[in-house]
């Protein structure tokens, strides 16, 4: 993509600088260093990468080469979608198009995606790990999306985790998690994380456990990690010991938020 540069003479490093970007982003980007240090004067044509022309916006077309998500229904300012195992819920940068919110794009859900525009998650109110299938809720309303990201409402999260054998572990989990890292671990100075086991359905004839989980809170991987810690990691997680899998072992399965309550039951097992 090429543009006319109407500015004072400069590198195109200090242009794209002017132009909203970061200096960390620009080291991360395809744009190499001998680029940006090349000299632009007033009235030259500039020819940029489509992803930093584009930076801040979704792409809007959903990628092919990954289930679809379904619209599960819209109720109020809320819609809830069921995203797919294998996805993320939001891109890093525009060139990534295996997002849910890309997938919003391409249907024609504006409202979800023009707020919050200066982040990539836009009206998310959670996120989703990429293997974790189930229940994604959005808001088109600016001030709610605030309200619960500085928690002053109510929410309550349950997941259905699959694990193998008959589950015999606490139904109540606490432990001092890590949050950053590729792996998260058991620490004495990490962070307090707690969760609830409400209902263990045992499958003998495959042998495995389905457990219903609550969160009121959520720390990254943290269903993932407790649960490995009790002897009993999910199935398909074979980065916390699980058994190898063609379906990753955890649903988003229902969302309350004020009186509102959001319920996936697409869950398909192997």
């Not at 989990?173 to 058991?186: A, F, Q, S, V």
């Amino acid at each position: 993509m090429s543009f006319c540069w109407l500015g004072k003479k400069s590198t195109l490093k200090d242009i794209l600088i002017e132009l909203g970007h970061s200096r960390q982003g620009l080291k991360k980007s395809e744009v190499s260093r001998n680029s940006l240090d090349k000299i632009f004067e007033k009235g030259q044509e500039v020819s940029l990468p489509a992803s930093l022309m584009n930076k801040g916006e979704i792409y809007p077309k959903y990628s092919p080469h990954h289930e679809r998500p379904k619209i599960l229904e819209e109720r109020g300012p809320f819609l809830a979608v069921s995203k797919p195992s294998g996805i993320h819920c939001h891109p890093l940068h525009y060139g990534e198009n295996d997002n849910l919110l890309s997938f919003l794009r391409e249907e024609g859900h504006f409202d979800y995606i023009n707020i919050n525009n200066e982040h990539m998650d836009r009206g998310l109110m959670y996120r989703l790990d990429y293997e974790t299938s189930g229940l994604t809720l959005l808001t088109k309303d600016t001030t709610l999306l605030k309200e619960l990201r500085t928690k002053k409402l109510l929410k309550n999260k349950t997941y259905l985790a699959v694990v193998s054998g008959e589950y015999n572990g606490p139904l109540e989990l606490e432990n001092d998690l890590t949050t950053t890292g590729k792996k998260i671990r058991e620490s004495r100075e990490g962070k307090k994380a707690q969760l609830k086991i409400i209902d263990v359905n045992y499958d003998l004839s495959k042998n495995r456990s389905i457990l219903k989980v609550v969160l009121n809170e959520g720390l990254r991987h943290q269903i993932r990690v407790q649960l490995a810690l009790t002897g009993f990691p999910l199935m398909g997680d074979t980065l916390y010991g699980g058994e190898a899998s063609d379906v990753f072992g955890l649903h988003s399965y229902s969302y309350t938020v004020g009186d509102e309550t959001f319920t996936d039951s697409n869950f398909y097992q192997t």
